[in-house]
Nanobody, 127 residues
Framework: QVQLLESGGGSVQDGGSLGLSCVVS??????????VAWFRQAPGKRREGVAT???????VYTDSVKDRFTVSKDNPKNTLYLQMNSLKPDDTAMYYC???????????????????WGQGTQVTVSG
């Protein structure tokens, strides 16, 4: 069974930085084909994709976080990361990691395309 556990959320000032981690179990990051991702959901808004990373290391970001956020993974640790710099109040949300083993990442990922989710970690940016 695939399980995901996020950590690293918190509160920062406008312009600050935070790093999120997501430990994944149930499949191996050394596997040849999988997609893992970060999503976020602000109160009253739909869950939106932030970044995806394929097993190959290929990454895709939503426009609003390009050049500020970096998604990465550590294969031996089976851990997904999201480094967030130059944070803005609009980045305030619950952040979730998601996984889809044995598949490629798509350019049109959405909440419905991932079956496995973490419990979420809150990020609050105050201006």
């Amino acid at each position: 069974q695939v399980q995901l556990l996020e950590s690293g959320g918190g509160s920062v000032q406008d312009g600050g930085s935070l790093g999120l981690s997501c430990v994944v179990s149930g499949f191996q990051f050394r596997d040849p084909n999988y997609c893992v991702a970060w999503f976020r959901q602000a109160p009253g808004k739909r869950r939106e994709g932030v970044a995806t990373i394929h097993s190959s290391g290929y990454t895709v970001y939503t426009d609003s976080v390009k050049d500020r956020f970096t998604v990465s993974k550590d294969n031996p640790k089976n851990t997904l990361y999201l480094q967030m710099n130059s944070l803005k109040p609009d980045d305030t949300a619950m952040y979730y990691c998601a996984a889809r083993p044995h598949d490629y990442c798509s350019s049109t990922e959405s909440r419905s395309t991932f079956a496995y989710w973490g419990q979420g970690t809150q990020v609050t940016v105050s201006g």
